[in-house]
């Protein structure tokens, strides 16, 4: 069966500071991955998608990033983090076998201080 | 832009009562459709999905319904427990792998 790992799950982190959220995908090959952003009192934002190795998309301007090095690795990552950066972060996958449901990690909290 | 809308953002009922969650959206050229259930603190579980050509989906307790034309889904709890407390979401996806566009959830207590 596939699963998804997201770590860390709670990370405080400075302003100014690195950021690197990882998430891996086990059981499926070739799944389009998401990052997706819950800030609070606000719903989920979509903040990057990924097709395949190296492909990034991004839905909104911002001080992040991310990466695809590998298949199922994607990454989530920030130079100088912002207050505004502080949220709930999720990774989430789907391959068009399974009709194309989208199934979510258990996220990582990030409080920017 | 496709826009999606959950009412009520939130719900109290006694345990054993049906839940009757709403979800509109836009545009109605979507994909498909999901249900989806958030605890506190935690991530997304996915709970129904219903793809564009069907009316509904079922599993144990849980029933979806699309329609649509008129841009709607209805997410049914029968004999609603204290364990269904939760964030029901709704996402429409346009697309097979674009971006799923969210309601901002409604927050159901279900008191014993």
């Known amino acids: 069966s596939q699963t998804i790992h997201q770590w860390p799950a709670t990370l405080v982190q400075p302003v100014g500071s690195p950021l690197s959220l990882e998430c891996t995908v086990e059981?499926?090959?070739?799944?389009?991955l998401y990052w997706y952003r819950q800030a609070a009192g606000r719903g989920l934002q979509l903040l990057f998608y990924?097709?395949?190795?190296?492909?990034i998309s991004s839905e909104v301007p911002q001080n992040l990033s991310a990466s695809r090095p590998q298949d199922r690795q994607f990454i989530l990552s920030s130079k100088k983090l912002l207050l505004s950066d502080s949220g709930f972060y999720l990774c989430a996958w789907s391959v068009a076998a399974s009709g194309n449901t989208i199934y979510f990690g258990e996220g990582s909290w990030l409080t920017v201080v | 832009k496709q826009e999606v809308t959950q009412i009520p953002a939130a719900l109290s009922v006694p345990e054993g009562e049906n839940l009757v969650l709403n979800c509109s959206f836009t545009?109605?050229?979507?994909?498909?459709l999901q249900w989806f259930r958030q605890d506190p603190g935690k991530g997304l579980t996915s709970l129904l999905l219903i793809q564009s050509s069907q009316r509904e989906q079922t599993s144990g307790r849980l029933n979806a319904s699309l329609d649509k034309s008129s841009g709607r889904s209805t997410l049914y709890i029968a004999a609603s427990q204290p364990g269904d407390s939760a964030t029901y979401l709704c996402a429409t996806l346009i697309g097979s792998w674009g971006k799923l566009q969210f309601g901002a959830g409604t927050q159901v207590v279900v008191t014993p």
């Open positions: 545009d109605s050229a979507i994909y498909n």
């Open positions: 059981g499926t090959s070739n799944p389009n």
């Open positions: 990924s097709v395949g190795i190296g492909q």
